[in-house]
């Protein structure tokens, strides 16, 4: 993936393109300096002016812009989910799972329908 975002052969990094990489994929920047820089699409030298560059910014400990939200694994909720749909468990039994009360995991949104709000809800 590194290849088909970057190419095959760069002379440099610009930091908005890393940037929009970091915010896509959910790799730092300076991940993606190291996988170039691994995959020879930039040299030795051009990796380390990059990383001087993040030093001297003093992103070498926070990047520009928010962290990506890490991943947080979702199937065994969903599958307490599905096993409390099929009547497998008890509600009080996926809450105890879960380790948390049952509630949507949506926002109630209001439509409006001929003057008349509607709730959509659980």
């Known amino acids: 993936m590194a290849r088909f975002e970057l190419g095959s052969s760069r002379t440099t990094l610009d930091m908005n393109e890393l ?3 970091k915010q ?3 790799l730092s920047m300076q991940a993606w300096i190291f996988r170039a820089r691994d995959l020879g699409i ?4 051009t990796a380390a002016r990059l990383f001087k560059h993040f030093r001297a910014n003093g992103w070498h400990r926070r990047e520009p812009g928010e962290a990506f939200p890490s991943e947080k694994p979702l199937r065994m909720e969903r599958l307490i989910y599905r096993a409390l749909a099929e009547d497998l468990i008890s509600r009080s039994r996926a809450q105890e799972l879960l380790g948390e009360p049952l509630q949507p995991r949506w926002t109630v949104e209001v439509l409006q329908q001929d003057d008349v709000a509607v709730a959509a809800g659980y």
């Not at 930039?42 to 030298?45: F, G, P, R, V």
């Open 24 to 26: 896509k994929y959910g």
């Open 19 to 21: 940037y929009l990489l």
């Open 42 to 45: 930039i040299s030795e030298n």
